[in-house]
Structures are given as C-alpha cells and as structure tokens.
C-alpha cells in the first residue's frame, strides 16, 4: 500500500475543523482590518523565490521543492542537467507565502502608484523539504497577512497588534506567549553591519561550527540563529544591529515600539532577532508559545525592497505568517484546542424499507432548509438505526413509521432524553430548524 510522505498529514474531522476554525478567524478580524483573502497557486517559477527570498537562504538552497512534469523530467535526464531550461520551465512549490503574494501584486498590479495600500491574506499549504519533526513538517499551513505600500510605522504596530489579537482569537492567553521584536535596519546601514558581523565571525571562526563559518560569506547574520548552544554563546557578543542603524531606522523603530506601548502590547526586544529569509527590512517579530517546546508560532517583518526584487515599482510592504500545525499543538500543550465536534445533526429513520421514500423527501427537505441531515442507506434495522444516530451525534432523531406515514406525521425523538413527540409532518422542519439552533 502508498503511504504517506513523511512530515505531511491528512486533515480530517475535529483536526480539520481546526484549520477550518483558524481561516475563518482569519477572515472576520482580518476583514475588521481591511484585508481581502487572495490565493496564489502553490508552483511558481524558481525566480518568484531566489529573487525574493533571497539565492544564500536555507529555504531556497536546501529546503525548496523543485517541480519537474514527467516530459520535461526524461528530457533533463536526455541533456544531463537543467543548464537549458527556461526560466519557465523552473518550477517551485511555495515554501511561504510573501514572495508569491508580491509577485501577484506586481503582475496583477495591485499597488498602482499612489493608489490606496493593498491589503490581502492568505491560507495556504506551504512546503519545504526539511528533516520531519515535531512541528516541522514539509507540508505545513500557514495563514498570512501582506500589506503593501505603507511606509508608515503605524503599520508595522498594526500588523503586530493584529497578530496577538488573532493568537488571543485563537484561545491562547496573552500572558504566556512572549513577542520578540527588532530592526533589522534597511540598505542604508545594513550592509556595514553586515560586515560587521562578517569580520566578528572571522575573527572567532576557530570557536564557531563549519556551517557558521560558511555563513560569514553567504549570509553572515544567519549565524544568529544557529542552533548549536556554543556558537549562540559566542554570537552573543557580536555587534548588535540595534547599535548600527541610521537615524531613519532608529527613528521608525523608535515610533513602532511607542505605538506599541500605546496599545498596551507586552514585547520584548531582541537584538539578536534575525529571520531566516533575506527580504526583511526594519522592523521583524516572531512569537513563541512559553513552554510549548515547539518553537516560534509566528512572525514576520517589513519587507521594503521585496517589491522592487519582484520586479515592481519600489513599494514598502509588511507581513506576518502563522503556522496552523504549530499553534494546534501550542495550544494544546497548555490544555487548550482548536478542535471542534461536528455540528449539530438530525437522523432520519424508518421503521420498514416500506417507508424508505418518506425518508428521502423528508431528508431532502431537512437539507433544503440548511439543517445537517443523516440517513441509513445499508437497509439497517431501527435499533440499529438509532446506534448510527448516536454515533453520528445526532441530536434528534425523526421515526417515519406505517403509522405516521399513513396520517401524515412523524416521531421526533430527543437522543438524549429519548423523550418523544409525535407532530405533524407540515410542521417538523420548522421544529427541528428550531429544536437544532
Ligand atoms: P517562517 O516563514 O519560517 O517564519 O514560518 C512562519 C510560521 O510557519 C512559523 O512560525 C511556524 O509556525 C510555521 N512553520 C514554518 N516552518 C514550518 C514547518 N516546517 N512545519 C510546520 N510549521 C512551520
């Protein structure tokens, strides 16, 4: 039998209910804020990330599907190598959103010079080939926000005040997920404290591991985020970008954390925050879960240049993601859950296959009035029926016997109770529509 790839899951019942439950909180606050959902298809050319996302980042040297159709696969292995292949013929599954959001918004030219800022979300499957664990997965979710042509810092303090209120929303207790945020300042100071940090990890090469050596050249400020205690130690003296940014960075992080102050949202200032992907300027924050043990639930930045390196006009922009797999299990290290039970239902049953059709048209008119009907369609005997009933969760369950089909009628039956009435058939939708909200 196929199984499943490793680090992918099936969404189904309460599990899906919860991813379910995670858009449609998304929809109603995001809406409040004036954001419209957009959906970008999940294989976009190569380019739409390496230009985005950046060529020296994990996500796109190691962690990136590449897309191959079975013709172009055989012609690969004809030629020996895809040196030949258009840029078209380069094809990615999205391993996060914002690079594929921008692209859309420069095609489809949604931020037309001067215009209203675009304001969209988004609820996708995202995918990366990393090592399977807990919380990491290669087919992950992520429910996201990207908000371009607002230069303003109220916007960042917007985009943070909106993802605590979405993880408040989602049942988590403010008090116990902790908001690290930073300036990862722009192209006017970053590159000096880029190499900055370059000579400090030269300088301390003998002291750090072979992939923070090799991220001095590629991309030395990664080496914030290495995973390996020691190195963390010693990075914990190199410059700090706080300590190196111009006057305008300084000023709008300054103004972002006093929007911040001014609404009362609890933060703590990371200087050694860097995130992964090489578009993020200014302003960047992530979120953990205290004591969850499954890392960061979500984050995200401004993103200045991405529109520009997406081949647009130049055109701010911030954004954050949030990871659906990762905040079901957050929440339920602290007894909490995204789960839901199914919605309330009704079963119609028949006392004989005399009185099968009954149960049809009944059924029908149930559904037609937007009540969640179910019926035994394996010939079952009424005990049995009732067995299925309660197993499905049924609220109420409706007996068409000879008797009430013959005066037209039914028996509404209370499944949990088991208390019955008998009532005419013109009136059960009406009850039952009534009996179910
Ligand atoms: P990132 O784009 O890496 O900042 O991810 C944003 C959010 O997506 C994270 O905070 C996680 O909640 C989630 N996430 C990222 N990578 C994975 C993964 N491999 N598996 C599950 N969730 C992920």
Redesign the pocket.
Known sequence: MAQRIQ?TEDLYGGYMRGWQHIQDTARELFGTYGFDMIETPAIEQVDTFVHGIGESTD?VRKEMFRVFSGALMERLIGAGGEGGLKAKQRMALR????AGVVRAAVEDKLVSQGAAPVKLWYAEA?F?G?RPQK????Q???V?IEWMGAPDPAADAECVIVLMEYFRLLGFDPARLRLRINSMGDATCRPAYREKVRDFIIAHAHELCADCRERADVNPLRAFDCKVDHDREIMAHAPLVTDHLCDTCAAHYAQVKCYLDEAGVAYVEDPTLV???DYYTRTVF??DALDSG???????GRYDDLVELEGGRPTPGIG????????SLALAACGGSLETKPPACVYVACAAPEQRDAVFSTSLALRRAGVRTEADYQGRSLKSQFKQADRLGARLCVVLGADEVASGTATLRDMQTHEQVRLPLAELVATVSQRIS
């Open positions: 680090g996500v391993p996060e959103g914002t995202m990366r990393e919380g990491r997965l290669r992950f979710h992520q996201g995130r992964g992907l992530e979120v499954v890392g960061a639930i979500g984050g995200g954050f993601a949030v990871g659906f797999e990762r905040i």
